[in-house]
Nanobody, 115 residues
Framework: QVQVVESGGGLVQPGGSLRLSCAASGSIVGIYAMDWYRQASGKQRELVASVTIHGTREYGDSVKGRFTISGGGANNTVIMQMNKLEPEDAADYYC?????????WGQGTQVTVSS
């Protein structure tokens, strides 16, 4: 069984920063990438950022230059630093762990951007 646990969400003012963390544990074999997705109310879940075990990073267009993803290596953790947050960034953020024989989601952490 795989456990994926996110943390770091909360309330922040526009222009502020938050740092999300995700840790995967349990019966994981061959993780090759870890991702952050988000889903705002009434919208589809979208990819925010991803990182592979080789360090390849990808970002959604709306967060490029503001968010930075790191980790995804042997310690099965991933961090996403979110700067210059905008109201449009408010959503539930989910960690997604991709392994060669499985893919698992966390329960999500809520990010609220409001003054």
């Amino acid at each position: 069984q795989v456990q994926v646990v996110e943390s770091g969400g909360g309330l922040v003012q526009p222009g502020g920063s938050l740092r999300l963390s995700c840790a995967a544990s349990g019966s994981i074999v061959g993780i090759y990438a870890m991702d952050w997705y988000r889903q705002a109310s009434g919208k589809q879940r979208e990819l925010v950022a991803s990182v592979t075990i080789h360090g390849t990073r990808e970002y959604g267009d709306s967060v490029k230059g503001r968010f930075t993803i790191s980790g995804g290596g042997a310690n099965n953790t991933v961090i996403m630093q979110m700067n210059k947050l905008e109201p449009e960034d408010a959503a539930d953020y989910y960690c997604h762990v991709r392994a060669y024989v499985s893919a698992d989601w966390g329960q999500g952490t809520q990010v609220t951007v409001s003054s």
